[in-house]
C-alpha cells in the first residue's frame, strides 16, 4: 500500500536521516558496522512510543526507495532534498500503467488538487520536479490535461490552456514544442489530443487547418523514396499522423489512398526480426505500433492487422525478455522505460495476455507514491555514507528488507578497490 504524508514531514524525515548519519559517522570508530546479529539502541517498540508508528512506516518507506539492488551486490543511495515532489511526467506515466493493469488509484483528489496548483497564469504547467531541464511547455501540458483526464476530472482554466496552444500553431496548421522553429509531427499529434480533451467552440477552424497540414505532408512522405531503415521509420510515424488525421476528422472517415499505411505498417510489425530491432524503442516497438492500430481500430477503421500474430509475437518472442522484476524502471533520472512498460502492459491488456511479473512493477511504482502525485524515479547510485546510515537505521526499527549478502559484498569491494 501507498504511504502518503505531507511535503513538510518528508523534510522532517529527511532532515533526520542525514542528521542521524552525520552523528554516526562522528562516532563510527566507537559504533561498528551492523553484523548479522544486532543490538539496537532501543527496541522498535520504544522507537514506536517515541516518534510514533507512522514515523517507522514511513522511514522504512525512506530506506526502500533509497534501496538500490544489482546483480552481485546491493546499498542505500539517498534522493535529495529537491527530489521529494511529484514529477509531472512519472505522474502521468504511473497513472496510465495503473489503469492498465486494472488498478485503481489511491487518493485521485490530492493528484487533481496538485496538477491544477501548478497551472500557470498564461495555462502551462510549471513542474517543480522537472528533470528534463525545462521540459517543452506542450508535452507538460499534455501529461497533465492526459492525467486530469484519466482520473475524470480536467484542468481549473481549460480555457487558457487552449489559447497558449493556439499560441503554438504554425500559420501552415501544424505546431510547434517551444516558440521557434517548425511544424513538428509529434507536437501536432500532442496539441490536438490536448485541444480535443478540452473541446471548446472555437477550436473547428484551428483543427480542420491542422487536419489539413498533416494530409499534405503525408501525401509528401508517400511519394518519398528513403533508405530501408528510414523508410521502416517513416512507414510507423505515418500511423501517428494517420491516427490523429482521423480524430480530427468527422466520422473517422479513411481516405481509400490511405488504407495502404496501415496495411504497410501492420505488415512490418509482425515481422520478426523487426520486433527483435525494435523492442524496447520508445514509441516505435510492436507494442507502441499495434497498440496505435488498434485505437484506429477503435474508431470503426479497418486496419487488416493479424491479431494473432501480433498475440503470438508478443508470447514468444517479447514477454520473455521481460526481466524477473517486470522491467529495468531505472535506467535514468527520467525514465524512457515507464513508456516502453506501458506500452508492453496496454499490448497484454489488448491481446488478453498477462504481462509478466505485472504485480512486482506495481510495487515498485506505488512506493513511489507521495501526496499529490509520484517522485521522479531516480536512478540511484549506492555509497558507503549512505549505506551505512541506512543499516543503523534499518536495525533500529527492525527493517530487513535488503539482501544482506550482497551489502557486504558492495562494502567489501570498495575496501578492496
Not at 38 to 63: H, I
Not at 104 to 114: G, Q
Not at 264 to 287: C, H, M
Amino acid at each position: 500500500m501507498s504511504i502518503f504524508f505531507k511535503q513538510k514531514k518528508i523534510y522532517l524525515l529527511f532532515g533526520l536521516v542525514v542528521l542521524t548519519i552525520s552523528v554516526l559517522l562522528l562516532t563510527i570508530h566507537y559504533y561498528p558496522i551492523p553484523s548479522s546479529t544486532p543490538t539496537p539502541v532501543f527496541s522498535t517498540e520504544k522507537w514506536a512510543a517515541l516518534l510514533g508508528e507512522q514515523w517507522l512506516q514511513d522511514t522504512a518507506w525512506f530506506l526502500e526507495i533509497n534501496y538500490v539492488e544489482k546483480e552481485d551486490t546491493a546499498g542505500f543511495g539517498q534522493f535529495s532534498k529537491r527530489d521529494f515532489r511529484p514529477n509531472l511526467y512519472t505522474t502521468h506515466q504511473a497513472i496510465r500503467l495503473l489503469q492498465n493493469a486494472g488498478e485503481n488509484i489511491e487518493n485521485p483528489e490530492e493528484i487533481i488538487h496538485w496538477i491544477n496548483s501548478i497551472q500557470q497564469d498564461d495555462g502551462s504547467f510549471n513542474c517543480p520536479a522537472d528533470h528534463f531541464d525545462h521540459a517543452p511547455p506542450i508535452l507538460e501540458i499534455y501529461w497533465a490535461v492526459s492525467s486530469l483526464k484519466r482520473l475524470g476530472s480536467s484542468p481549473r482554466h481549460p480555457d487558457k490552456i487552449v489559447d497558449f496552444i493556439l499560441s503554438l500553431q504554425k500559420e501552415n496548421g501544424g505546431f510547434i514544442f517551444n516558440r521557434e522553429g517548425d511544424a513538428d509531427y509529434w507536437a501536432t499529434a500532442m496539441a490536438s489530443e490536448i485541444l480535443l480533451a478540452l473541446g471548446q467552440d472555437k477550436l473547428e477552424n484551428p483543427l480542420r487547418q491542422t487536419a489539413d497540414f498533416l494530409k499534405q505532408r503525408l501525401d509528401l512522405r508517400l511519394q518519398e523514396e528513403l533508405e530501408p531503415q528510414a523508410e521502416k521509420i517513416e512507414k510507423l510515424e505515418d500511423v501517428l499522423i494517420l491516427r490523429t488525421i482521423l480524430e480530427l476528422t468527422p466520422n473517422h472517415t479513411l481516405p481509400e489512398k490511405y488504407a495502404p499505411v496501415l496495411a504497410k505498417a501492420g505488415a512490418l510489425i509482425i515481422e520478426e526480426d523487426f520486433v527483435k530491432e525494435t523492442l524496447f524503442w520508445p514509441g516505435f516497438s510492436l507494442a507502441h505500433i499495434a497498440n496505435q492500430l488498434l485505437d484506429i481500430a477503435a474508431l470503426g477503421v479497418s486496419i487488416n492487422l493479424d491479431l494473432d500474430k501480433v498475440k503470438q509475437l508478443t508470447v514468444t518472442e517479447v514477454f520473455p525478455r521481460v526481466p524477473e522484476e517486470g522491467f529495468h524502471l531505472f535506467q535514468g533520472i527520467i525514465d524512457p522505460n515507464l513508456l516502453i512498460i506501458n506500452d508492453l502492459v496496454e499490448l497484454a491488456k489488448n491481446v488478453e495476455e498477462q504481462y509478466p511479473h505485472l504485480q512486482e512493477v506495481i510495487h515498485k511504482v506505488n512506493r513511489y507514491r507521495i501526496e499529490g502525485g509520484w517522485l521522479t524515479f531516480m536512478h540511484l547510485s549506492p555509497s558507503i555514507r549512505s549505506t551505512y546510515g541506512a543499516l543503523f537505521v534499518a536495525r533500529e526499527i527492525g527493517y530487513t528488507q535488503f539482501d544482506r549478502e550482497k551489502v557486504q559484498r558492495f562494502v567489501l569491494n570498495l575496501m578492496e578497490n
